[in-house]
C-alpha cells in the first residue's frame, strides 16, 4: 500500500512539472514569448498553493478514500480540458485549476502518517517523497519527449490518462479511514491560521521550505530557458534529460528519513541549507555552456534536489509531532507556504534570466538558502 500510494503522489505532483519542460514549446506552439509561457508554470503553483489551503483541510473531516479518487477525476477532466487550450490565457487559467486539484500528494502524507508507528514515520514520508520525486523527474522526461514529437498539447493528454487510470485503481484499494474531526469547513479552513499563530515550530517549517523550494522552482524555470536557449541551443527534451540525472534523489530521501528518525530534524535541515548554499556556486557554472557548463548543471540540480527534498522530510516529520488530530490542518498551512515560496521561485527565476541572466537565476537560489540558514542559526543562538 505504501508503494502504491507512493505512485500516487508521482502521478499527481507529476501535473505540476511537465509544463517547465514545455515552456519552449508552448511558447512557440502558441506564438507568445517564453516568459509568457512560463506562466503556465507560476499559475499551476499558485493554483496548487490554494488547492492545499481549500481543500486539504477535508482530509481531517472526509474520508480518504471518495476524496482522493474525486480529486483525480478532476484532474484529469482538467488536464484534458488544458490539452485543448486555444491561447495562453486560456491554458494559464486551466493550469490554476488544474494545480488547484492534483493536491493528492499532501492528503496521503498525513494519511500514511496516521497508519503507521511515530519510529516509522520518517521512513514512510521518505518513501512516499520518493514517488513524488520519480513524478517529477518522469514528468518533466516524458513532457519534453512527448512534446518533441507531438507537440505540447500530448503531454496533458497522457498526464490526463494517468490520473483516470489511478482514480479507478484507488477507488478499490485505498485502506477505509474515519474522519478525525466533524467540524464544519470553515472551522477547518479557520483552524489552518490559528495554528500559524499557535505554533512556532511549524511557522519555522513553513519559512524553511518556502525559500527552498522557491530556489528549487527557480532552477528548474530558468533551467528550461538557458537549455533551449542560445547558450546550448537544445529541444525541450533537454530538460527531462536533465531531470533524470537526478534520479539518485529517489534513493536519497528514504535514507534522509531514516537519519531523521535516528538524529532528529534540525541536523538535516542544515545539512540541507549548506548544500542548497553549494548547489548556488555550482549552477552558476552552467551558464558557460559546453560538457563543463552541463556537468556544472547536473551536480548542481542533483545537489539542490536532493537537499530540497530531504529538508521536505525533516521539516514534515516536524510538523506531524505537533498535534495528531489535526495533521491534514498542519500540512496544509506548511504546504500552502512552500508552494507560495515555489510560485514566487518561478516568477522571480523568469525576471531574473530576462534581466540578468543565468547568473541571476544562482544568485536568486543563493538569496533563498541564505535567508533559511540565517533564520536556523539565529534559533540555534538563542538556544
Request: with cysteine; hydrophobic share 55%; proline share 6%.
Given at each position: 500500500m505504501v508503494l502504491l500510494l507512493a505512485v500516487a503522489c508521482g502521478v499527481a505532483v507529476g501535473n505540476l512539472y511537465f509544463p517547465q519542460a514545455v515552456v519552449p514549446l508552448v511558447a512557440a506552439g502558441l506564438g507568445v514569448p517564453a516568459g509568457t509561457a512560463a506562466l503556465v508554470v507560476t499559475a499551476a503553483q499558485f493554483g496548487y498553493a490554494a488547492g492545499i489551503l481549500l481543500l486539504v483541510p477535508l482530509g481531517d473531516r472526509v474520508p480518504h478514500r471518495p476524496l482522493i479518487t474525486t480529486l483525480l477525476v478532476t484532474t484529469g477532466a482538467g488536464l484534458l480540458a488544458a490539452s485543448a487550450a486555444p491561447g495562453p490565457v486560456a491554458l494559464a487559467g486551466l493550469s490554476a485549476l488544474i494545480g488547484v486539484t492534483t493536491v493528492v500528494a499532501p492528503l496521503v502524507g498525513p494519511m500514511a502518517a496516521g497508519l503507521v508507528p511515530e519510529e516509522r514515520r520518517g521512513a514512510v514520508t521518505g518513501t512516499l517523497l520518493a514517488g513524488s520525486i520519480g513524478g517529477m523527474l518522469?514528468?518533466?522526461?516524458?513532457?519534453?519527449?512527448?512534446?518533441?514529437?507531438?507537440?505540447?498539447?500530448?503531454?496533458?493528454?497522457?498526464?490526463?490518462?494517468?490520473?483516470?487510470?489511478?482514480?479507478?485503481?484507488?477507488?478499490?484499494?485505498?485502506?477505509?479511514?474515519?474522519?478525525?474531526?466533524?467540524?464544519?469547513?470553515?472551522?477547518?479552513?479557520?483552524?489552518?491560521?490559528?495554528?500559524?499563530?499557535?505554533?512556532?515550530e511549524l511557522r519555522r517549517s513553513c519559512l524553511y521550505q518556502a525559500t527552498v523550494f522557491g530556489a528549487f522552482t527557480a532552477v528548474w524555470t530558468g533551467a528550461a530557458l538557458l537549455l533551449t536557449g542560445p547558450v546550448y541551443g537544445f529541444g525541450a527534451q533537454s530538460v527531462g534529460v536533465l531531470a533524470l540525472v537526478n534520479?539518485?534523489?529517489?534513493?536519497?530521501?528514504?535514507?534522509?528519513?531514516?537519519?531523521?528518525?535516528?538524529?532528529?530534524?534540525?541536523?538535516?535541515?542544515?545539512?540541507?541549507?549548506?548544500?542548497?548554499?553549494?548547489?548556488?556556486?555550482?549552477?552558476?557554472?552552467?551558464?558557460?555552456?559546453g560538457a563543463a557548463g552541463l556537468a556544472a548543471l547536473a551536480l548542481g540540480t542533483l545537489l539542490l534536489d536532493v537537499a530540497m527534498q530531504s529538508g521536505m522530510v525533516a521539516n514534515q516529520v516536524r510538523i506531524w509531532a505537533l498535534r495528531p488530530e489535526a495533521r491534514s490542518r498542519l500540512n496544509t498551512a506548511y504546504m500552502v507556504c512552500a508552494f507560495l515560496g515555489g510560485g514566487f521561485g518561478s516568477w522571480a527565476a523568469t525576471r531574473a534570466y530576462t534581466h540578468v541572466g543565468w547568473p541571476g537565476v544562482s544568485a536568486l537560489v543563493a538569496l533563498l538558502a541564505g535567508l533559511a540558514l540565517a533564520r536556523h542559526l539565529l534559533r540555534r543562538s538563542r538556544l
Amino acid at each position: 500500500m505504501v508503494l502504491l500510494l507512493a505512485v500516487a503522489c508521482g502521478v499527481a505532483v507529476g501535473n505540476l512539472y511537465f509544463p517547465q519542460a514545455v515552456v519552449p514549446l508552448v511558447a512557440a506552439g502558441l506564438g507568445v514569448p517564453a516568459g509568457t509561457a512560463a506562466l503556465v508554470v507560476t499559475a499551476a503553483q499558485f493554483g496548487y498553493a490554494a488547492g492545499i489551503l481549500l481543500l486539504v483541510p477535508l482530509g481531517d473531516r472526509v474520508p480518504h478514500r471518495p476524496l482522493i479518487t474525486t480529486l483525480l477525476v478532476t484532474t484529469g477532466a482538467g488536464l484534458l480540458a488544458a490539452s485543448a487550450a486555444p491561447g495562453p490565457v486560456a491554458l494559464a487559467g486551466l493550469s490554476a485549476l488544474i494545480g488547484v486539484t492534483t493536491v493528492v500528494a499532501p492528503l496521503v502524507g498525513p494519511m500514511a502518517a496516521g497508519l503507521v508507528p511515530e519510529e516509522r514515520r520518517g521512513a514512510v514520508t521518505g518513501t512516499l517523497l520518493a514517488g513524488s520525486i520519480g513524478g517529477m523527474l518522469l514528468s518533466r522526461a516524458a513532457g519534453g519527449a512527448l512534446g518533441e514529437w507531438l507537440g505540447w498539447r500530448a503531454p496533458y493528454v497522457l498526464a490526463a490518462a494517468a490520473s483516470l487510470t489511478l482514480a479507478a485503481v484507488l477507488a478499490r484499494t485505498l485502506p477505509t479511514t474515519a474522519p478525525a474531526v466533524r467540524q464544519p469547513y470553515p472551522r477547518l479552513l479557520a483552524a489552518t491560521l490559528r495554528l500559524l499563530r499557535d505554533e512556532p515550530e511549524l511557522r519555522r517549517s513553513c519559512l524553511y521550505q518556502a525559500t527552498v523550494f522557491g530556489a528549487f522552482t527557480a532552477v528548474w524555470t530558468g533551467a528550461a530557458l538557458l537549455l533551449t536557449g542560445p547558450v546550448y541551443g537544445f529541444g525541450a527534451q533537454s530538460v527531462g534529460v536533465l531531470a533524470l540525472v537526478n534520479v539518485a534523489t529517489m534513493l536519497a530521501t528514504p535514507a534522509a528519513g531514516r537519519l531523521i528518525d535516528r538524529r532528529g530534524p534540525d541536523a538535516v535541515n542544515l545539512a540541507c541549507f549548506l548544500a542548497v548554499l553549494v548547489s548556488a556556486a555550482v549552477l552558476a557554472a552552467g551558464g558557460l555552456g559546453g560538457a563543463a557548463g552541463l556537468a556544472a548543471l547536473a551536480l548542481g540540480t542533483l545537489l539542490l534536489d536532493v537537499a530540497m527534498q530531504s529538508g521536505m522530510v525533516a521539516n514534515q516529520v516536524r510538523i506531524w509531532a505537533l498535534r495528531p488530530e489535526a495533521r491534514s490542518r498542519l500540512n496544509t498551512a506548511y504546504m500552502v507556504c512552500a508552494f507560495l515560496g515555489g510560485g514566487f521561485g518561478s516568477w522571480a527565476a523568469t525576471r531574473a534570466y530576462t534581466h540578468v541572466g543565468w547568473p541571476g537565476v544562482s544568485a536568486l537560489v543563493a538569496l533563498l538558502a541564505g535567508l533559511a540558514l540565517a533564520r536556523h542559526l539565529l534559533r540555534r543562538s538563542r538556544l
